[in-house]
């Protein structure tokens, strides 16, 4: 069956490094968004990874290994704005998109 | 600036009354979607459309309809046959196989 799991809330440090994990399980596989959303806010594209590896984009990186059906997004140099939902969602071979319930990131000065 | 609008961004609806959300994108994208959005939970998939006059349902379209007749345009109805209607619903569009959804504002729809 499909299954995206993501902790439900982490709480980071301003200016630290935090490191949110995703794993799944789906009917095949064409990539892997991640997305964040503040509340009450629709969701914003961060990422997409479909090769193994890591990207980088500024303070956002995202890795992905297909073979362990694992992904990771790390968000450097956190800020208070950083603050939000982090959504994980797998495109799968039907180019449906399932979504994970999303990681709460708390930011604390 | 091309981009998807979602009207009205909060909508109150008494018990047995039907609702439309509006969904209008310029992008030129093929394919459209609407989700709803539960407290601590992900994005549910109730309809979507891949071209003109024709949808198919996703994993939640009980107490739903939807109608594709142009390209830009994908109204969702909320029906009374639907039992909890209270959410946020966000309409999205992708286009290509990578399949980058671009979302609207959302609108957060209360039953009162």
């Known amino acids: 069956g499909q299954n995206i799991d993501q902790p439900t809330e982490m709480t980071a440090t301003e200016g630290a490094i935090v490191q949110i994990n995703c794993t799944y399980q789906?009917?095949?596989?064409?990539?892997l968004f991640w997305y964040q959303q503040h509340a009450g806010e629709a969701p914003t594209f961060l990422s997409y990874n479909v090769l193994d590896g890591l990207e980088e984009k500024g303070r956002f990186s995202s890795f992905l290994s297909r073979s362990k059906g694992y992904s990771y997004l790390l968000l450097k140099e956190l800020q208070m704005k950083d603050s939000a939902s982090y959504l994980c969602a797998v495109l799968e071979s039907n180019y449906q998109l399932i979504w994970g319930a999303g990681t709460k990131l708390i930011i604390k000065p | 600036d091309g981009g998807i609008t979602q009207s009205p961004k909060y909508l109150f609806r008494k018990e047995g009354q039907n609702v439309t959300l509006s969904c209008e994108q310029n992008?030129?994208?093929?394919?459209m979607y609407w989700y709803r959005q539960d407290p601590g939970q992900g994005l549910r998939l109730i309809y979507y459309?891949?071209?003109?006059?024709?949808?198919q349902k996703g994993d939640i379209a009980e107490g739903y309809s939807v109608s594709r007749e142009k390209k830009e345009s994908f109204p969702l109805t909320v029906t009374s046959a639907q039992k909890n209607p209270t959410a946020f619903y966000l309409c999205?569009?992708?286009?290509?196989?990578?399949?980058?959804?671009?979302f609207g504002q959302g609108t957060r729809l209360t039953v009162v």
């Open positions: 992008l030129n994208h093929d394919a």
């Open positions: 459309s891949q071209i003109v006059n024709d949808f």
């Open positions: 999205a569009s992708t286009i290509g196989e990578r399949a980058e959804a671009f």
């Open positions: 789906t009917s095949g596989f064409n990539g």
